[in-house]
């Protein structure tokens, strides 16, 4: 896929100059001590992303705690450290399910093992579910529900079924990773894919993007080809990402209004079954009200 022309040329460089830099991570020579590389890779993009992201997104490490299930340890936490509490320790944290919107793995190159530790990740991930209780916006919503009843005649007593979405998952690697090696791993997989596969994938150095879409019965797994402007996509789908997994008070920009996409298409795509809850919030009329994490 690539972009309109009448890209704004500023903005356009500033994610290009953002990739190199983070790509010649992986060629320093302290790369050639794994313990100190990975550290300097993970704080990197760490930095990166608190330039970026809303202030409202604490970025941290460490790992992430439901009532039921636990992570592993998790390279990036993106986290709401303005509404939650976390459990500081030397080097890391532990954060609570309801407070963590995404969790982001850091890889220096692409290879099969290396994504199979992302994907083992990214499982114990989606099984953490969120207790928190209502939002602004869900009792914005029920409110707006109840007075559709009100206006249209319907019967009263209805009210929606509020469904949290899984924590976002995404991965980065800085070497590597073909849209073709990409998708012999996912056709391998499909049936688990929307169980074990992050939600967004970079491989930054090919510039080639891997994105979950959910559609009403399905989900898609789409690979394109973003060349030099991989990072933007990334971070477009991340925003997204972190979006849907939180509850807003102004409208959200739309970075791809600033890219205007010249070839939708992507060089990949496959259909999988859809086994958690989609990632946004979700409401359906009860006749009885139901909360599910």
């Not at 992570?71 to 986290?79: F, G, L, N, P, T």
Request: net charge positive.
């Amino acid at each position: 896929m690539k972009l309109a022309p009448n890209t704004p040329e500023k903005i356009r460089d500033y994610f290009r100059v953002k990739a190199k830099q983070l790509a010649a991570v992986a060629s320093l020579p302290i790369c050639d001590h794994s313990g100190l590389a990975g550290s300097h890779r993970e704080q990197v993009q760490r930095i990166y992303l608190r330039e970026i992201l809303p202030k409202r997104f604490e970025i941290g490490r460490g790992m992430v705690y439901g009532v039921e299930h636990r992570s592993y340890e998790a390279d990036i936490v993106v986290w709401d450290s303005i509404q939650y509490p976390s459990l500081p320790m030397a080097d890391h944290s532990l954060y609570f399910a309801e407070s963590v919107r995404a969790v982001m793995e850091c890889k220096s190159r692409w290879s099969v093992s290396e994504f199979h530790d992302v994907q083992i990740k990214a499982a114990a991930i989606h099984k953490i579910k969120k207790y928190a209780s209502l939002s602004l916006a869900d009792e914005v919503n029920i409110l707006k529900e109840q007075l559709g009843y009100v206006r249209f005649g319907r019967r009263g007593g209805d009210v929606p079924v509020i469904i949290r979405p899984p924590i976002g998952t995404a991965c980065v690697f800085l070497k590597g990773g073909t849209a073709n090696s990409i998708a012999e791993v996912a056709e391998a997989s499909a049936e688990s894919l929307d169980e074990h596969w992050p939600d967004i994938t970079l491989t930054l150095g090919k510039g080639i993007l891997a994105v979950k879409v959910y559609d009403s019965d399905c989900g898609r797994l789409e690979i394109h080809n973003y060349g030099k402007d991989a990072l933007f996509a990334f971070t477009c789908e991340l925003l997204a990402v972190l979006t849907n997994r939180a509850a807003q008070v102004e409208g959200e920009i739309d970075l791809w209004s600033y890219f205007p996409k010249t070839e939708a298409s992507p060089v990949f795509s496959l259909k999988f079954p859809v086994k958690f809850p989609r990632p946004t919030r979700r409401f359906r009329p009860m006749g009885v009200f139901h909360f599910e994490p």
